[in-house]
């Protein structure tokens, strides 16, 4: 027999049940990579909805996401931030970040103080003064809004304070106080008092969307399989048959 055709021969029948193998291995190893990830989200959301005790904020401290904090010190009201570009119910405003001193000889705590809508005259800034009395403050871990790419730098020009920013990293706020700052930001418990809006939620896919996901794997994973054995069977029946 001609080796290419025994080649071939070979290629045909060891090629397609490997491919095959390969692909359950591939779908069944995404299907799990969902479950882990609805796992998390539980988790996340669990988190969110658990109403334990506050932990005092400290320079080391690890925190997870919606972890409830809480911190003595004064707020740096001269040295605020506006992040632009966020919308809640359909309106344009700013988050006001505002850097709090827990202690003179550690890292600034970075408190997202909730929102406010943004003036119809783009060169008025909102009204967002607050006391550097002392004062404690509590609420939940969590971080600045961010992109997956920044439309250019995060501040556009040195202005006065506040400072308006564009998806600022804390690294970016860092250099514009000339401080350190914690990894964290805290986000602050509502408060009807305020003027800000704080509806803190979970701004990723609920555990219901990577279920589907996995099941999309685990069906493709099946569906495979089934193609497979059927292969294998129809190619014994024909060998019997001959």
């Given at each position: 027999?001609?080796?290419?055709?025994?080649?071939?021969?070979?290629?045909?029948?060891?090629?397609?049940?490997?491919?095959?193998?390969?692909?359950?291995?591939?779908?069944?190893?995404?299907?799990?990579?969902?479950?882990?990830?609805?796992?998390?989200?539980?988790?996340?959301?669990?988190s969110f909805a658990n109403d334990t005790a506050y932990t005092l904020v400290s320079n080391g401290?690890?925190?997870?996401?919606?972890?409830?904090?809480?911190?003595?010190?004064?707020?740096?009201?001269?040295?605020?931030?506006?992040?632009?570009?966020?919308?809640?119910?359909?309106?344009?405003?700013?988050?006001?970040?505002?850097?709090?001193?827990?202690?003179?000889?550690?890292?600034?705590?970075?408190?997202?103080?909730?929102?406010?809508?943004?003036?119809?005259?783009?060169?008025?800034?909102?009204?967002?003064?607050?006391?550097?009395?002392?004062?404690?403050?509590?609420?939940?871990?969590?971080?600045?809004?961010?992109?997956?790419?920044?439309?250019?730098?995060?501040?556009?020009?040195?202005?006065?304070?506040?400072?308006?920013?564009?998806?600022?990293?804390?690294?970016?706020?860092?250099?514009?106080?000339?401080?350190?700052?914690?990894?964290?930001?805290?986000?602050?418990?509502?408060?009807?008092?305020?003027?800000?809006?704080?509806?803190?939620?979970?701004?990723?896919?609920?555990?219901?969307?990577?279920?589907?996901?996995?099941?999309?794997?685990?069906?493709?994973?099946?569906?495979?399989?089934?193609?497979?054995?059927?292969?294998?069977?129809k190619k014994n029946r024909h060998a019997a048959e001959q």
């Open positions: 027999m001609n080796p290419e055709n025994v080649r071939q021969q070979l290629l045909l029948r060891f090629v397609p049940p490997v491919a095959a193998v390969i692909l359950i291995v591939l779908f069944v190893s995404l299907g799990r990579w969902q479950l882990d990830r609805a796992a998390q989200k539980e988790a996340l959301q669990a401290l690890t925190t997870k996401p919606f972890d409830r904090l809480k911190a003595s010190g004064r707020y740096l009201g001269d040295r605020q931030f506006l992040i632009d570009n966020m919308v809640v119910d359909s309106q344009l405003g700013y988050f006001v970040i505002t850097p709090f001193e827990f202690d003179r000889n550690e890292p600034l705590l970075l408190i997202n103080r909730g929102w406010i809508v943004k003036p119809r005259a783009r060169s008025e800034l909102p009204e967002i003064e607050i006391s550097a009395a002392q004062v404690t403050v509590a609420g939940m871990a969590g971080r600045l809004p961010r992109v997956a790419i920044r439309p250019g730098d995060a501040f556009a020009e040195n202005t006065p304070w506040p400072q308006v920013a564009v998806f600022p990293s804390s690294e970016d706020l860092a250099m514009k106080l000339d401080r350190d700052v914690l990894p964290f930001v805290l986000l602050l418990n509502p408060d009807p008092d305020s003027g800000l809006v704080r509806r803190w939620q979970p701004t990723v896919a609920g555990p219901m969307t990577h279920y589907g996901y996995a099941f999309q794997w685990f069906a493709m994973a099946l569906a495979v399989l089934v193609i497979l054995v059927w292969q294998y069977r």
